[in-house]
């Protein structure tokens, strides 16, 4: 086997090509019910299970909610509602975080649920995709579904669970 090396002279002053920026799986537009982000102060008002009870015992500093939607690479609308809940110390956030993570325990409603906006199909999103986040005193939760799910429930879930993750960065937004 032979190899050989091949040098070529650059030229001098010029420079390598940027890194290419990573492309998002998935691109979300704000739902018009939602263009301002619905705030309040009162959480356990807007949550149910033992996160409703936790914010009864443990009271927010905010709530930000807000609805977008994105598509699947098939075509089909997706509608996510982001959440930012922000505690009074960070350690209240991380138990939450814990509590909304576990299964069965509750969460924060999305805005369908809570009758903010409504979609024909999805009384709520919390039969979809989920995700959360802690940042510091933010807990973020993401919710994901659609009308039209896959045939397979496991593989849709998944595509959901998908979205939910994506859609944890624009909570940046609303906090």
């Not at 807007?46 to 914010?55: E, N, R, S």
């Not at 649920?113 to 709520?124: E, H, M, N, S, W």
């Not at 005193?137 to 429930?153: F, G, K, M, Q, Y």
């Amino acid at each position: 086997m032979v190899a050989a090396v091949v040098w070529w002279p650059s030229g001098g002053g010029e420079q390598a090509a940027p890194a290419p920026e990573p492309v998002a799986e998935f691109s979300f537009a704000r739902d018009a019910a939602t263009e301002d982000a619905v705030l309040d102060s009162d959480c356990a008002a807007h949550a149910y299970g033992q996160t409703k009870a936790f914010l009864q015992r443990t009271p927010c500093a905010q709530l930000a909610r807000a609805l977008f939607t994105t598509s699947t690479p098939d075509g089909r609308t997706v509608h996510t509602s982001v959440a930012v809940v922000k505690m009074r110390t960070a350690d209240d956030a991380a138990r939450l975080g814990e509590l909304v993570r576990a299964d069965g325990t509750g969460s924060v409603n999305d805005v369908l649920r809570d009758g903010i906006a409504v979609v024909p199909g999805l009384p709520r999103l919390s039969r979809g995709g989920f995700a959360s986040s802690v940042l510091d005193r933010h807990v973020v939760i993401a919710e994901s579904d659609t009308a039209n799910p896959l045939s397979d429930s496991a593989a849709h879930l998944a595509e959901m669970k998908r979205i939910s993750l994506a859609a944890l960065e624009l909570g940046v937004g609303l906090r």
